[in-house]
T-cell receptor, first 117, second 110 residues
Framework: GAVVSQHPSWVICKSGTSVKIECRSL??????MFWYRQFPKQSLMLMAT?????????EQGVEKDKFLINHASLTLSTLTVTSAHPEDSSFYIC?????????????FGDGTRLSIL | LAKTTQPISMDSYEGQEVNITCSHN???????ITWYQQFPSQGPRFIIQ???TKVTNEVASLFIPADRKSSTLSLPRVSLSDTAVYYC???????????FGSGTKLNVKP
């Protein structure tokens, strides 16, 4: 149980392109989803917290107009990297929690490798 | 916000027991402690979670002292496939955010 699917697993595109990444909870309803990015040999950095039906909360330094997050249903959140540039190349990972009780852990997708040429 | 501190790296040999300790001095009353394993180019994988004392599952044990300011992940009889980065996370209260520390890179040698 508690499977999170992330799509696509990797994408290569030209500079200036917008890229959408999907995060789905397959066997549970995710009240809250999180988006992280990870650079090589570094830890995961929280970008934003997404709650179903409300606006995402972005971490300091993360441009909300650059990284558009939509959490339209209890099983789907999307991250759109708008007008992507080479510096946006990274490994993007989503996670989801099944409910809001204190003992509900996050379950992670397998990440999306984004490469901007 | 509970910050976590772990050793950057550890070495071990196949068949040994490995203990990785995480410090979280300002853990909140309602926070749970969760450990994850991450392989390169994959998302973190849930290992174990606990609140106090000891928790055991089929892959690991988690020891939490009474003051809860630290926790120790114990991996029995590691194999080469356990080479990965291990993270401890502290949090869980309602919509609380989760911040990753540096993690511990475990290198298991033959």
């Amino acid at each position: 149980g508690a499977v999170v699917s992330q799509h696509p697993s990797w994408v290569i595109c030209k500079s200036g392109t917008s890229v959408k990444i999907e995060c789905r909870s397959l066997d549970f309803q995710a009240t809250t989803m999180f988006w992280y990015r990870q650079f090589p040999k570094q830890s995961l950095m929280l970008m934003a917290t997404s709650n179903e039906g409300s606006k995402a909360t972005y971490e300091q330094g993360v441009e909300k107009d650059k990284f558009l997050i939509n959490h339209a249903s209890l099983t789907l959140s999307t991250l759109t990297v708008t007008s992507a540039h080479p510096e946006d190349s990274s490994f993007y990972i989503c996670s989801a929690r099944n409910g809001t009780r204190n003992n509900q852990p996050q379950h992670f997708g397998d990440g999306t490798r984004l490469s901007i040429l | 916000l509970a910050k976590t501190t772990q050793p950057i790296s550890m070495d071990s040999y196949e068949g040994q027991e490995v203990n990785i300790t995480c410090s979280h001095n300002n853990i909140a009353t309602n926070d749970y402690i969760t450990w994850y394993q991450q392989f390169p180019s994959q998302g973190p994988r849930f290992i174990i979670q606990g609140y106090k004392t000891k928790v055991t599952n089929e892959v690991a044990s988690l020891f939490i002292p009474a003051d809860r300011k630290s926790s120790t992940l114990s991996l029995p009889r590691v194999s080469l496939s356990d080479t990965a980065v291990y993270y401890c996370l502290v949090g869980g209260n309602n919509f609380n955010k989760f911040y990753f520390g540096s993690g511990t890179k475990l290198n298991v040698k033959p």
